[in-house]
């Protein structure tokens, strides 16, 4: 199977009333389906079709511009679990930081759950390799190092 982003695929396997939960948090945000399109980079006729019960679905990276924007947390808006607000204002940050480090393809997914299978001496040593390849490459650097403490699990530390 051809791996393809998953931040560029529809979710199809959002909760049945979807629709509703969008037109909730955008009507409670007071935004027009015009002001949801442009935060997500879309046509306002593809919010249109997302707020329908039988419309398209939006892809996860959508999905995380109409969160943000209407100030919903992502896991209500596509599962209808959880509080439909954030509690204080720091959790918009934390959430999209929380999605930052979530599989964004096929491969990236399969990287993790393999990694999962290894020793931490093995996570290390693979942990390493990347970063030096990343460094390589001349990739920016996001300000985390892993920092071994002791015979405990590392720590991600801000560079």
């Not at 695929?9 to 949801?36: C, E, M, N, P, Y």
């Amino acid at each position: 199977m051809a791996s393809s982003s998953l931040n560029e695929t529809a979710v199809t396997s959002l909760a049945a009333d979807f629709h509703v939960r969008l037109r909730k948090a955008r009507r409670h945000a007071g935004l027009t389906q015009g002001d949801i399109a442009a935060a997500a980079g879309v046509s306002r006729n593809a919010v249109t079709h997302w707020e329908h019960p039988e419309g398209t679905r939006p892809t996860l990276s959508h999905l995380s511009s109409v969160a943000q924007v209407t100030g919903v947390a992502f896991e209500w808006l596509c599962t209808g679990r959880g509080r439909m607000q954030f509690q204080a204002e720091g959790d918009r940050e934390e959430s999209a930081m929380i999605l930052r480090y979530c599989a964004q393809d096929e491969t990236e997914e399969r990287i993790l759950l393999e990694l999962r299978r290894l020793s931490y001496t093995q996570v290390l040593a693979i942990a390493t390799l990347i970063s030096s390849l990343a460094e390589d490459a001349g990739a920016p650097d996001d300000g985390f190092r892993v920092r071994v403490r002791g015979p405990g699990k590392p720590r991600p530390q801000r560079a």
